[in-house]
Nanobody, 134 residues
Framework: QVQLVESGGGLVQSGGSLRLSCAASGFTAYGFTLENYAIGWFRQAPGKEREFVSC????????YYEDSVKGRFTVSRDKAKNTVDLQMKSLQSEDTAVYYCAAEPGPNRFRMSAGRSPSTFSSWGQGTQVTVSS
């Protein structure tokens, strides 16, 4: 499994910005590289189920976003650092949640709705708290 560590969460006022980062390691088992993976961002608010936010094909950089974050969030990867970042702008109170990154083989898996389900990702980070104050 891939080891993932998130960073960059915190407290921000409504309308503000935060940048989350996900550092990956341990992906060379079985001859894999990160380019074999899709890296997803998910979030879980108190009392709610974990939900999909965004995903990136680590190989070609293609991306997918959940409707409520389109135009506000941008996911990107840095191949030299083995990281995937989530730039979040125009944050709203509804964005308050613990944010997780996850990895799963199949870089284009997010093109189907089933491939965006949290239950289909096997490697997870520990999560980072994002709190947006109104």
């Amino acid at each position: 499994q891939v080891q993932l560590v998130e960073s960059g969460g915190g407290l921000v006022q409504s309308g503000g910005s935060l940048r989350l980062s996900c550092a990956a390691s341990g992906f060379t088992a079985y001859g894999f590289t990160l380019e074999n993976y899709a890296i997803g961002w998910f979030r879980q608010a108190p009392g709610k189920e974990r939900e999909f936010v965004s995903c990136i094909n680590y190989s070609d950089g293609s991306t997918y976003y959940e409707d409520s974050v389109k135009g506000r969030f941008t996911v990107s990867r840095d191949k030299a650092k083995n990281t995937v970042d989530l730039q979040m702008k125009s944050l709203q109170s509804e964005d308050t949640a613990v944010y997780y990154c996850a990895a799963e083989p199949g870089p284009n898996r997010f093109r189907m709705s089933a491939g965006r389900s949290p239950s289909t990702f096997s490697s997870w980070g520990q999560g980072t708290q994002v709190t947006v104050s109104s």
